[in-house]
């Protein structure tokens, strides 16, 4: 009997441990359990397990219901959204039409200013509550496409967020999603299901837990500590598979390059600097070898996947001798170098991607020397371009909202704090915000899309993929964009 007792232990050990998924990120939220700060990578990582929004995206980039079953235009700066009955928060409490009154009150506030969602959806104005499962939203200008942005509004418990303030929920966050938060720490999230979530998980725990250097998850999943790591390289591709595991790669719905600088003056304010250093990267060379060929080069501000894509324009040609006589038309025959402010491990083989730009451009007497920090840092110093280089990679996201308008909002004057800036554009880009005419839209995101290939304002280099490594032991890991299923995830024994 006792025999018997110890080996039925034993087994429920093993399957309370087949019960946590372990994944490793490269850093965790800088504000912790706040969904506020922004709906991009990293953060989105970890707030996805928590938190849910208005509506989603489907793995067909078409929009979904999510915690609003449909919606209706009622006037040109007004929409109403019609909420899922029967949703509770993490802490018993009822998903109603006041959470989402509380969190457009919130960001539409001067208390939200250090949060950058504010500004990624700067186009809210009010939300007014019909009933406990009707609400309408008020936005600033007419916004035809507003629904897409409903993908980026996370819906926080209100009472719990007013009688904590945003600092102490950031350390007890309470949402609708598949888990509930245990614990936050500095290097680790400890999580469990939330069996009454309206799309609760499959498994019992997850930890999810951050390893800055890329190496280091990749000798995680190895090593069996973890089951899933993120931000790895396709370089590590051929070790994961040796020991059993898989790697797969999504699309995170973003063009990624290096962006100049032309607010500060210098060379990169010369449209012919920009274009030849353009045509001075090989980009087939690193989509083949850098990135395993899982990817396509970039040749504008928008990913496939987004609402104004532009299959017409064409790739920059690599051209090394055309880039060196359009060099020395700008003035510059003998060369010029420039300082590139980089992340350590922020995107797949990120680092072995500037060090081939590096070598490229030495070809063409253009030097980039790089100056490489920790990836929270950059994030830092990118909310305010607090950065002493030149340049500095970043994606060109159309995520959340699949809208190549999201990545010109950011690379646009309409930035607070701008690193380039094309006034002629602006009016353009204002219309194509408020076109309602769908070909209409598309059309002229289209063309602004054009006009930025011409104005070279970035190194565009390719359609930015996330590698994502498995142990054998994962089933139904799935993700769209940043945004990964937690509530389908499963881990075998």
Same mark, same amino acid.
């Given at each position: 009997?006792?025999?018997?007792?110890?080996?039925?232990?034993?087994?429920?050990?093993? *399957?309370?441990?087949?019960?946590?998924?372990?994944?490793? $990120?490269?850093?965790?939220?800088?504000?912790?359990?706040?969904?506020?700060?922004?709906?991009?990578?990293?953060?989105?990582?970890?707030?996805?397990?928590?938190?849910?929004?208005?509506?989603?995206?489907?793995?067909?980039?078409?929009?979904?219901?999510? &915690?609003?079953?449909?919606?209706?235009?009622?006037?040109?700066?007004?929409?109403?959204?019609?909420?899922?009955?029967?949703?509770?928060?993490?802490?018993?409490?009822?998903?109603?039409?006041?959470?989402?009154?509380?969190?457009?009150?919130?960001?539409?506030?001067?208390?939200?200013?250090?949060?950058?969602?504010?500004?990624?959806?700067?186009?809210?104005?009010?939300?007014?509550?019909?009933?406990?499962?009707?609400?309408?939203?008020?936005?600033?200008?007419?916004?035809?496409?507003?629904?897409?942005?409903?993908?980026? &509004?996370?819906?926080?418990?209100?009472?719990?967020?007013?009688?904590?303030?945003?600092?102490?929920?950031?350390?007890?966050?309470?949402?609708?999603?598949?888990?509930?938060?245990?614990?936050?720490?500095?290097?680790?999230?400890?999580?469990?299901?939330?069996?009454?979530?309206?799309?609760?998980?499959?498994?019992?725990? !997850?930890?999810?837990?951050?390893?800055?250097?890329?190496?280091?998850?990749?000798?995680?999943?190895? +090593?069996?500590?973890?089951?899933?790591?993120?931000?790895?390289?396709?370089?590590?591709?051929?070790?994961?598979?040796?020991?059993?595991?898989? $790697?797969?790669?999504?699309? $995170?719905?973003?063009?990624?390059?290096?962006?100049?600088?032309?607010?500060?003056?210098?060379?990169?304010?010369?449209?012919?600097?920009?274009?030849?250093?353009?045509?001075?990267?090989?980009?087939?060379?690193?989509?083949?070898?850098?990135?395993?060929?899982?990817?396509?080069?970039?040749?504008?501000?928008?990913?496939?996947?987004?609402?104004?894509?532009?299959?017409?324009?064409?790739?920059?040609?690599?051209?090394?001798?055309?880039?060196?006589?359009?060099?020395?038309?700008?003035?510059? *025959?003998?060369?010029?170098?420039?300082?590139?402010?980089?992340?350590?491990?922020?995107?797949?083989?990120?680092?072995?991607?500037?060090?081939?730009?590096?070598?490229?451009?030495?070809?063409?007497?253009?030097?980039?020397?790089?100056?490489?920090?920790?990836?929270? !840092?950059?994030?830092?110093?990118?909310?305010?371009?607090?950065?002493? +280089?030149?340049?500095?990679?970043?994606?060109?996201?159309?995520?959340?909202?699949?809208?190549?308008? %999201?990545?010109?909002?950011?690379?646009?004057?309409?930035?607070?704090?701008?690193?380039?800036?094309?006034?002629?554009?602006?009016?353009?880009? %204002?219309?194509?915000?408020?076109?309602?005419?769908?070909?209409?839209?598309?059309?002229?995101?289209?063309?602004?899309?054009?006009?930025?290939?011409? !104005?070279?304002?970035?190194?565009?280099?390719?359609?930015?993929?996330?590698?994502?490594?498995?142990?054998?032991?994962?089933?139904?890991?799935?993700?769209?964009?940043?945004?990964?299923?937690?509530?389908?995830?499963?881990?075998?024994?």
């Amino acid at each position: 009997m006792k025999y018997f007792f110890i080996l039925f232990m034993e087994l429920a050990s093993l *399957a309370a441990q087949a019960q946590t998924a372990r994944i490793a $990120v490269d850093t965790l939220p800088l504000s912790q359990g706040n969904p506020f700060r922004t709906s991009l990578a990293p953060t989105i990582y970890a707030t996805a397990a928590v938190f849910d929004a208005l509506a989603r995206f489907d793995d067909n980039a078409i929009l979904q219901p999510a &915690l609003a079953i449909k919606w209706d235009n009622i006037d040109p700066l007004t929409w109403r959204f019609y909420l899922r009955p029967s949703v509770v928060f993490s802490n018993g409490a009822p998903f109603t039409s006041d959470a989402v009154v509380n969190a457009v009150a919130y960001l539409t506030s001067d208390s939200a200013a250090k949060d950058l969602l504010k500004r990624e959806l700067s186009i809210l104005k009010s939300a007014r509550a019909i009933d406990d499962l009707t609400v309408d939203i008020v936005t600033t200008e007419p916004v035809p496409f507003f629904p897409r942005y409903m993908t980026a &509004l996370p819906m926080v418990e209100p009472n719990h967020w007013r009688k904590l303030g945003r600092d102490e929920f950031a350390r007890q966050p309470v949402g609708t999603g598949p888990f509930k938060v245990d614990k936050i720490e500095t290097n680790r999230w400890a999580l469990s299901k939330f069996a009454a979530s309206w799309h609760p998980a499959k498994i019992e725990r !997850l930890e999810i837990l951050m390893l800055p250097d890329g190496a280091s998850r990749v000798q995680a999943l190895e +090593g069996g500590r973890v089951d899933i790591s993120l931000v790895i390289g396709p370089d590590n591709i051929g070790a994961i598979e040796a020991m059993g595991g898989r $790697v797969k790669n999504y699309m $995170v719905s973003s063009a990624y390059g290096i962006t100049f600088i032309t607010t500060r003056g210098g060379p990169f304010t010369d449209v012919r600097v920009r274009r030849a250093i353009n045509m001075g990267v090989n980009r087939e060379r690193i989509v083949n070898q850098l990135m395993a060929g899982r990817t396509v080069p970039a040749n504008q501000p928008a990913s496939r996947s987004a609402f104004g894509y532009n299959p017409d324009i064409p790739q920059y040609p690599y051209d090394p001798t055309a880039a060196k006589k359009l060099l020395a038309e700008a003035g510059f *025959a003998n060369g010029l170098s420039f300082v590139l402010d980089a992340p350590n491990g922020a995107s797949a083989g990120d680092t072995s991607v500037f060090q081939q730009v590096q070598s490229d451009l030495r070809e063409i007497g253009v030097i980039m020397d790089i100056k490489m920090m920790p990836n929270t !840092l950059y994030l830092n110093k990118t909310t305010n371009v607090d950065f002493t +280089g030149d340049a500095f990679p970043i994606a060109w996201p159309a995520w959340p909202i699949l809208d190549v308008w %999201r990545a010109l909002q950011i690379h646009s004057c309409f930035r607070p704090v701008k690193w380039f800036c094309e006034e002629s554009l602006t009016p353009k880009m %204002r219309e194509a915000l408020s076109e309602w005419d769908e070909a209409k839209a598309l059309k002229l995101r289209q063309e602004i899309g054009q006009a930025y290939h011409d !104005l070279a304002p970035a190194i565009f280099l390719y359609e930015l993929p996330l590698f994502v490594g498995l142990s054998d032991k994962v089933k139904n890991f799935s993700m769209f964009s940043n945004l990964i299923a937690y509530d389908q995830l499963e881990v075998s024994p």
